[in-house]
């Protein structure tokens, strides 16, 4: 059998398989039958209507949606292009204790640890001002169960009502979030031209800067920042996409006092979740951003010799400080204010951008 026989065999195979799969409904990933401990149903009416379905148009598309990769799956909303995702594997959606509880027990259990372990708020008063915000958005059985599994929903919920770099959530219908799909993962764009990494790293910082500082009630620490956690769409615009790691800290003082990320040099990335929950504020995210995608010294397998590599020789040669800044963000022999060489990174970077 020769070569162009095989492939015409696999491909007929796989073209049937796919048109098989491809009339596969929504509501058959979504296990809204075990609902009311599942995530929501305020689009389960839609997805019963087949108003979101699944999209093959790319290798992407049918890789993930075919195999399951991740419990992602691309899909159409109308005229959006989604991103449905089944948080939880099959273990651990078989775990969850499907029973009916109070609101202290919740606030127990957050404060416990025996919850999802990616999830840290700092106080059981963090953890009631949490639960009181997600009230008006999640019924307790709800907020019951996403906290055994993923907090990415109620996180996402959290940011919804101002412009933060995260995926707009649409809904949820069983235990599947609809959410904006965001474009492809940051590392997809470590060898783009510089200027658009420039833009990017620009952004980074930003964020990095709002989740510890714009919200109204809180400071989110991200503990998983990482390439493959942030997408990139069309415009370059980035959106952290993976928010289920996370350290919750409630604004309770006007204390200037900061706490300062150790490096150490034999370590990729390590952080203290009580150094962090136990000072007022943490540079943790702008030492996050800085060390694992920023700095040319930037561990494996994040983002090789930093976003900022290869600069054109008029860059380096007029902002040879924007480099030094971003290794010292990262590690300097004296203390200094990482919020203050972020504010400083962003200025250079926005004057070499325009």
């Given at each position: 059998m020769n070569f162009a026989l095989i492939v015409l065999v696999i491909s007929t195979i796989a073209g049937i398989?796919?048109?098989?799969?491809?009339?596969?409904?929504v509501s058959s990933l979504s296990d809204s039958i075990k609902c009311p401990f599942c995530y929501g149903i305020d689009l389960c009416k839609d997805v019963d209507d087949k108003r979101i379905?699944?999209?093959?148009?790319?290798?992407?598309?049918?890789?993930?949606?075919?195999?399951?990769?991740?419990?992602?799956?691309?899909?159409?909303?109308?005229?959006?292009?989604?991103?449905?995702?089944?948080?939880?594997?099959?273990?651990?959606?078989?775990?969850?204790?499907?029973?009916?509880?109070?609101?202290?027990?919740?606030l127990n259990f957050?404060?416990?640890?025996?919850?999802?372990?990616?999830?840290?708020?700092?106080?059981?008063?963090t953890a009631k001002t949490f639960l009181?915000?997600?009230?008006?958005?999640?019924?307790?059985?709800?907020?019951?169960?996403?906290?055994?599994?993923?907090?990415?929903?109620?996180?996402?919920?959290?940011?919804?009502?101002?412009?933060?770099?995260?995926?707009?959530?649409?809904g949820r219908c069983g235990f599947l979030i609809i959410e904006q799909y965001c474009g492809l993962p940051l590392n997809h764009f470590q060898t783009s031209p510089w200027h658009v990494r420039a833009y990017l790293a620009l952004q980074l910082?930003?964020?990095?800067?709002?989740?510890?500082?714009?919200?109204?009630?809180?400071?989110?620490?991200?503990?998983?920042?990482?390439?493959?956690?942030?997408?990139?769409?069309?415009?370059?615009?980035?959106?952290?996409?993976?928010?289920?790691?996370?350290?919750?800290k409630q604004k309770l003082e006007d204390n200037k006092m900061i706490h300062y990320s150790e490096y150490f040099a034999d370590e990729d990335f390590v952080y203290s979740e009580e150094e962090v929950c136990q000072s007022p504020i943490s540079d943790h995210n702008v030492y996050a951003v800085c060390r694992l995608l920023l700095s040319r010294r930037a561990p494996w397998p994040m983002m090789r010799n930093g976003l900022l590599?290869?600069?054109?020789?008029?860059?380096?040669?007029?902002?040879?400080?924007?480099?030094?800044l971003v290794e010292e963000c990262v590690d300097s022999k004296v203390k200094l204010n990482r919020f203050y060489i972020a504010e400083e990174l962003i200025?250079?970077?926005?004057?070499v951008i325009e």
């Open positions: 398989y796919i048109g098989i799969l491809s009339q596969r409904p379905t699944l999209t093959y148009k790319s290798f992407g598309d049918v890789f993930y949606n075919l195999f399951s990769v991740k419990n992602l799956y691309f899909a159409e909303y109308g005229d959006k292009r989604v991103v449905l995702k089944k948080l939880g594997h099959k273990e651990e959606l078989d775990r969850i204790r499907r029973t009916h509880v109070a609101q202290d027990d919740v957050m404060k416990s640890g025996d919850g999802v372990r990616s999830f840290r708020p700092c106080s059981k008063e009181n915000e997600m009230s008006s958005n999640f019924d307790l059985d709800q907020i019951w169960t996403i906290l055994q599994v993923n907090v990415e929903p109620l996180i996402l919920t959290l940011l919804s009502n101002q412009a933060w770099p995260v995926p707009k959530l649409y910082l930003e964020a990095a800067i709002h989740f510890t500082h714009k919200h109204h009630d809180f400071r989110l620490y991200l503990t998983d920042i990482s390439p493959d956690n942030i997408a990139v769409d069309d415009n370059f615009t980035l959106y952290f996409v993976d928010l289920e790691n996370v350290i919750l590599h290869s600069p054109p020789p008029g860059v380096t040669t007029l902002h040879s400080e924007l480099f030094s200025r250079l970077l926005k004057g």
